[in-house]
C-alpha cells in the first residue's frame, strides 16, 4: 500500500484545514439559511477533501478525488435544476406577509 505524499496538495496542511473548515462553517450556515440543496453538498464535499491526512492511501487519495468530482458535478446540476426555484428573496417575503396577518 502506498501512502500519500504531503506534496500531492499545492498548499500547507495549516492553510488546507482552515480552508476546510471555513467552506463548512459558510456553506453549512448558506444551506440553514437558504435550504439549498447544493449548499449541503458544498459543506460535506469541500471538508471530506482533509480525508488524505487521515487516510494515507493512494487508492483512497484518488477514489476521493472521483468522489469530489461527482460532488461537484452535482451541486452544479442542482444549483441549475431543483435550486433554481428556490428564491431566498420570496421566502422572506412570505415570512413576513404571514407575521403581518397574524
Known amino acids: ?42 459543506a460535506i464535499a469541500l471538508p471530506c477533501t482533509l480525508l488524505p491526512y487521515l487516510i494515507h492511501s493512494m487508492s483512497f487519495f484518488y477514489g476521493l478525488g472521483v468522489v469530489e468530482f461527482a460532488a461537484m458535478i452535482l451541486s452544479c446540476v442542482l444549483s441549475f435544476t431543483v435550486d433554481k426555484n428556490k428564491n431566498p428573496e420570496s421566502d422572506s417575503q412570505e415570512t413576513v406577509q404571514e407575521e403581518n396577518a397574524s
Do not use: C
Open 1 to 42: 500500500m502506498e501512502t500519500v505524499d504531503n506534496s500531492l496538495f499545492p498548499i500547507r496542511m495549516g492553510m488546507h484545514i482552515f480552508l476546510g473548515l471555513l467552506a463548512l462553517l459558510v456553506f453549512g450556515l448558506q444551506f440553514i439559511r437558504y435550504r439549498k440543496s447544493h449548499h449541503l453538498v458544498l
